[in-house]
């Protein structure tokens, strides 16, 4: 079997420096356990230089069509290795004045991260199956890094309860199909789940529906999202930042990949399915965050409402494929643009956590007046989050906005009523943030100092936010380059 290096290489790359963080932190003292991250951090340049170099490329087929490198792997590789930059430049700190097991943990997160890169290249369900738990299985224990606190305890033991519930439920779902089809491979099982009728129907659309709950419980859509809140705020909060991205927007490449190429046909069936997740999602998201006192509490359910948002696409498929790559590219965009403005959010939450650790949001009281550029920034992202303009959340509402009007029919006219109402409740308590800021005194007024590498973060996020609303059209165009479903 002839293998593809250059197309697995920016796999191979970060595979060798898990390994060479893990060999090298068992020489390093304590005083220098801190080096393991930017070994790290060289490993993942160098892996984001070797995805950049296949850009441009024709789709590349590994392991029988097991693998697969296209538009659409490549635009989620990229988007994944720059996220594990920002994870790292955050966590740097964090970790370093913590007393924290600094080698482990970035071990730990690249391994996460390599899952991340193999996701949206696995068009078959085995392949779909380990890159996921690949994904999961390192978070469970870096929720869980803070040792001595209960909360961190609490946080990965649910964590982990309910991941390997959801994953026993998937597995069951892809077991049936496999059954069914005698294919593993999604355009294979396409093709079979066609043609069959009568009873083998019927178990399909069930065995669709376990596979569906498995990755809502991933991507903690409700009523499977009682876990996100607890461990987000359990978590240490650069771990809370790769759950909300990194480990959300995986889950949504399969998830994309899975509805949209293997199960296809039997959209009739799943489509009432997603739209109920979604407007369930987004309702109970945005109307528990109403009543948070706490930052990280308050941007784990602002997750769970957007991942309503992204899910309401999927509740958009018809027969029509042009109205399908629509819907698609809409999703992507907005996982895109979402990623940006939550780990700025998550990057000033960093900051703020070396003065504040419990994060509260009077914790933020007054920040204005210690440190103008960080108030100024979070604004941006919160005010992006609720979908205002001038930002890139405004364009990424509007184009799942105006996917639910194009599609036609009651549905998508209610859809779309549902995510305006939706956007607007969320104003109330994304802005209560920026309230707190700007108009109320600090208790303590001496200036905010923070690292060089987390303002760095802060900056480039709040730029690009601002420049995905000037500029809306390369990001739309990445993701009609990048759709799964054929012209």
Same mark, same amino acid.
């Given at each position: 079997?002839?293998?593809?290096?250059?197309?697995?290489?920016?796999?191979?790359?970060?595979?060798?420096?898990?390994?060479?963080?893990?060999?090298?932190?068992?020489?390093?003292?304590?005083?220098?356990?801190?080096?393991?991250?930017?070994?790290?951090?060289?490993?993942?340049?160098?892996?984001?230089?070797?995805?950049?170099?296949?850009?441009?490329?024709?789709?590349?087929?590994?392991?029988?069509?097991?693998?697969?490198?296209?538009?659409?792997?490549?635009?989620?590789?990229?988007?994944?290795?720059?996220?594990?930059?920002?994870?790292?430049?955050?966590?740097?700190?964090?970790?370093?004045?913590?007393?924290?097991?600094?080698?482990?943990?970035?071990?730990?997160?690249?391994?996460?991260?390599?899952?991340?890169?193999?996701?949206?290249?696995?068009?078959?369900?085995?392949?779909?199956?380990?890159?996921?738990?690949?994904?999961?299985?390192?978070?469970?224990?870096?929720?869980?890094?803070?040792?001595?606190?209960?909360?961190?305890?609490?946080?990965?033991?649910?964590?982990?309860?309910?991941?390997?519930?959801?994953?026993?439920?998937?597995?069951?779902?892809?077991?049936?199909?496999?059954?069914?089809?005698?294919?593993?491979?999604?355009?294979?099982?396409?093709?079979?789940?066609?043609?069959?009728?009568?009873?083998?129907?019927?178990?399909?659309?069930?065995?669709?529906?376990?596979?569906?709950?498995?990755?809502?419980?991933?991507?903690?859509?409700?009523?499977?999202? !009682?876990? +996100?809140?607890?461990?987000?705020?359990?978590?240490? &909060? #650069?771990?809370? @930042?790769? /759950?909300? =991205? %990194?480990?959300?927007?995986?889950?949504?490449?399969?998830?994309?990949?899975?509805? !949209?190429? +293997?199960?296809?046909?039997?959209?009739?069936?799943? &489509? #009432?399915?997603? @739209?109920? /997740?979604? =407007? %369930?999602?987004?309702?109970?998201?945005?109307?528990?965050?109403?009543?948070?006192?706490?930052?990280?509490?308050?941007?784990?359910?602002?997750?769970?409402?957007?991942?309503?948002?992204? /899910?309401?696409?999927?509740?958009?498929?018809?027969?029509?494929?042009?109205?399908?790559?629509?819907?698609?590219?809409?999703?992507?965009?907005?996982?895109?643009?979402?990623?940006?403005?939550?780990?700025?959010?998550?990057?000033?939450?960093?900051?703020?956590?070396?003065?504040?650790?419990?994060?509260?949001?009077?914790?933020?009281?007054?920040?204005?007046?210690?440190?103008?550029?960080?108030?100024?920034?979070?604004?941006?992202?919160?005010?992006?989050?609720?979908?205002?303009?001038?930002?890139?959340?405004?364009?990424?509402?509007?184009?799942?906005?105006?996917?639910?009007?194009?599609?036609?029919?009651?549905?998508?006219?209610?859809?779309?009523?549902?995510?305006?109402?939706?956007?607007?409740?969320?104003?109330?308590?994304?802005?209560?943030?920026?309230?707190?800021?700007?108009?109320?005194?600090?208790?303590?007024?001496?200036?905010?100092?923070?690292?060089?590498?987390?303002?760095?973060?802060?900056?480039?996020?709040?730029?690009?936010?601002?420049?995905?609303?000037?500029?809306?059209?390369?990001?739309?165009?990445?993701?009609?380059?990048?759709?799964?479903?054929?012209?």
């Amino acid at each position: 079997m002839n293998i593809d290096y250059h197309a697995l290489a920016p796999e191979f790359i970060l595979s060798g420096t898990i390994l060479l963080v893990l060999v090298v932190d068992v020489f390093l003292s304590a005083r220098h356990k801190w080096l393991a991250m930017p070994l790290s951090l060289v490993g993942v340049v160098a892996a984001l230089i070797a995805t950049l170099t296949l850009i441009g490329s024709t789709p590349r087929v590994a392991f029988g069509g097991m693998f697969v490198l296209d538009n659409f792997a490549l635009l989620f590789q990229v988007f994944f290795l720059v996220v594990a930059i920002v994870v790292l430049a955050i966590s740097l700190r964090y970790f370093r004045e913590g007393g924290f097991y600094q080698g482990e943990y970035y071990f730990l997160l690249l391994t996460s991260f390599l899952g991340c890169l193999l996701m949206p290249a696995s068009r078959d369900l085995l392949m779909l199956f380990i890159s996921l738990e690949l994904v999961s299985a390192p978070g469970f224990l870096m929720s869980a890094f803070r040792k001595n606190d209960l909360r961190s305890n609490e946080a990965g033991l649910k964590f982990f309860l309910i991941g390997v519930l959801s994953t026993a439920v998937m597995l069951y779902g892809m077991s049936v199909i496999y059954g069914l089809t005698g294919a593993t491979r999604l355009d294979a099982i396409a093709i079979k789940l066609a043609d069959i009728s009568g009873g083998q129907e019927t178990m399909a659309l069930a065995a669709i529906l376990f596979v569906v709950v498995g990755f809502a419980f991933k991507v903690s859509a409700v009523p499977f999202q !009682f876990w +996100a809140p607890d461990t987000y705020e359990g978590s240490p &909060v #650069p771990v809370a @930042a790769f /759950l909300a =991205v %990194a480990s959300s927007a995986a889950g949504f490449a399969g998830l994309l990949q899975l509805m !949209f190429v +293997a199960f296809i046909h039997q959209w009739e069936f799943w &489509v #009432p399915i997603f @739209a109920l /997740l979604s =407007v %369930a999602t987004m309702f109970v998201g945005n109307l528990i965050a109403l009543k948070q006192t706490q930052v990280v509490r308050l941007l784990a359910y602002s997750g769970i409402a957007q991942a309503g948002y992204i /899910l309401l696409p999927f509740a958009l498929v018809t027969a029509d494929p042009a109205n399908n790559r629509t819907a698609f590219s809409s999703s992507v965009t907005y996982i895109l643009i979402y990623g940006i403005m939550t780990l700025g959010a998550y990057a000033v939450a960093v900051a703020v956590s070396r003065t504040s650790p419990r994060l509260l949001i009077s914790d933020f009281a007054g920040l204005a007046r210690r440190s103008a550029f960080l108030a100024v920034a979070m604004t941006l992202f919160m005010v992006s989050l609720a979908g205002v303009p001038p930002t890139g959340g405004f364009w990424a509402k509007i184009l799942i906005f105006r996917a639910a009007i194009d599609r036609g029919g009651s549905l998508g006219v209610w859809l779309a009523v549902f995510m305006l109402v939706n956007s607007v409740i969320s104003v109330f308590y994304y802005f209560a943030v920026p309230r707190q800021m700007i108009f109320k005194p600090a208790t303590d007024e001496s200036p905010l100092r923070t690292s060089w590498l987390v303002t760095a973060v802060v900056g480039l996020a709040a730029l690009a936010i601002l420049a995905v609303f000037i500029m809306p059209n390369p990001f739309a165009r990445l993701a009609d380059l990048s759709t799964l479903i054929p012209v």
